[in-house]
């Protein structure tokens, strides 16, 4: 079955680029399917960020405005989120999801473990 | 973007009861209507999409409903396990938007 992990810095300093990368399993991301991220401030609700087909396609939420690139590296099987600028309002867990589908329904599945991002200084 | 509107936020009941979560969007979405469970420092994991059609593996005790606007989520014979916050989730349009979540706590 298809497994998700998400890594990369557990803290970033305000203004700066967070990165984190997904790395899938048990399933090639060049056959198709979309990829996105989610996130979840601490004892808060869930925000979808966008979302990245295997082509490299994107769909962003526009409540991040240009800060969010979202791409795939078909060669090691993963996809990232980079989100520039960031406050302590980005401080969140961060999720990557993969979107599965029944024509013309999707939903989130599955779901990496998530990984804890902190803006502090 | 969509609205999605939870009722209740939380609310408490025992093992055995039969418990309803209902989903209001801001805008018709059909059956476009997803639900998930999350417990505590856990990923959410799906249980319904498409508004009612259940997940693979999920219990049968959890069932959904509605279209439109309006959505529901039941749990019939409430389990220990099911102690857990529960958030619906349109797929109608982008970006995707969810509910702000009920969380389901032991009475």
């Known amino acids: 079955q298809v497994q998700l992990e998400e890594s990369g810095p557990g803290l970033v300093k305000p203004a700066e680029t967070l990165s984190l990368t997904c790395a899938v399993s048990?399933?090639?991301?060049?056959?198709?399917?979309?990829w996105g991220w989610i996130r979840q401030p601490p004892g808060k609700g869930l925000e979808s960020m966008g979302s990245?087909?295997?082509?490299?396609?994107?769909h962003y939420n526009p409540s991040l405005g240009s800060r969010i690139i979202m791409s795939v590296d078909t060669s090691k099987n993963q996809f990232s989120l980079r989100l520039n600028s960031v406050t302590a309002a980005d401080t969140a867990v961060y999720y990557c999801?993969?979107?599965?589908?029944?024509?013309?329904?999707?939903?989130?599945?599955?779901w990496g473990q998530g990984a804890l991002v902190t803006v502090s200084a | 973007d969509i609205q999605m509107t939870q009722s209740p936020s939380s609310l408490s009941a025992s093992v055995g009861d039969r418990v309803t979560i209902a989903c209001r969007a801001s805008?018709?979405?059909?059956?476009?209507l997803n639900w998930y469970q999350q417990k505590p420092g856990k990923a959410p994991k799906v249980l319904i999409y498409?508004?009612?059609r259940l997940q693979n593996g999920v219990p049968s005790r959890f069932s959904g409903s509605g279209s439109g606007t309006d959505f529901s989520l039941t749990i019939t014979g409430l389990q220990p396990e099911d102690f857990a916050s529960y958030y619906c989730?349109?797929?109608?349009?982008?970006?995707?938007?969810f509910g702000g979540g009920t969380k389901v706590e032991i009475k």
């Open positions: 989730q349109q797929s109608y349009s982008s970006p995707r938007t």
């Open positions: 990245v087909y295997h082509n490299g396609r994107t």
């Open positions: 805008q018709t979405i059909g059956s476009y």
């Open positions: 048990a399933y090639s991301i060049s056959t198709g399917y979309y």
């Open positions: 999801v993969k979107y599965s589908t029944e024509p013309p329904y999707n939903w989130f599945d599955p």
């Open positions: 498409a508004a009612s």
